[in-house]
């Protein structure tokens, strides 16, 4: 989020979005305290309760989001947000188009959306991780190292030198 911005601006941009099709800048709210939290849950994602609750005491319009996948990667979340926008009469804004989450037709390619962003954040997961099993085979490190560890100039590792005597003291005592 902080290095590769054009993902944040693009999804920022979309107030401008809500303009032209006749909201008010008193009736935009971007939520955006989520950014760099995954979708593949909504632990912790306190902008995504937020809508929620928003949604839910129809306080909310329309939603826009650049695609399925930026409002969740579970499908579960995304069908019970589906209907409780439909319930409360919110639309939504994504892919480019506006979707009334009440329409059957606009609900089947939305879940079919949410599915597709399943099945990619799995196909993700798993190919990081093999990925990760593959160096680890051959050596590589694939994870921080432990507090009180440091590369050496060789490539190896080894305790930190301003730490090892309370290290040791700590082994030695327990």
Do not use: C
Request: cysteine-free; aromatic content about 6%; glycine content about 8%.
């Amino acid at each position: 989020v902080r290095d590769n911005t054009g993902s944040t601006d693009a999804q920022r941009a979309l107030a401008g979005t809500a303009r032209s099709l006749g909201w008010e800048e008193s009736q935009i709210i971007v939520i955006d305290e989520d950014l760099g939290r995954s979708g593949s849950s909504s632990e912790r994602r306190t902008g995504w309760h937020r809508l929620q609750m928003m949604v839910a005491a129809k306080q909310v319009g329309a939603v826009f989001v650049l695609t399925i996948s930026r409002l969740s990667r579970q499908v579960l979340d995304f069908e019970l947000f589906r209907m409780l926008a439909a319930a409360n009469g919110t639309l939504l804004h994504t892919d480019g188009r506006l979707v009334d989450p009440a329409d059957s037709n606009d609900t089947i390619v939305s879940q079919i959306s949410a599915m597709v962003a399943h099945f990619e954040n799995r196909k993700r997961t798993e190919i990081m991780s093999q990925a990760r099993k593959i160096l680890a085979k051959q050596g590589v490190v694939v994870s921080p190292l432990p507090v009180g560890w440091v590369e050496t100039p060789g490539g190896g590792y080894d305790y930190d030198p301003a730490v090892k005597d309370t290290i040791d003291m700590i082994i030695n005592i327990f």
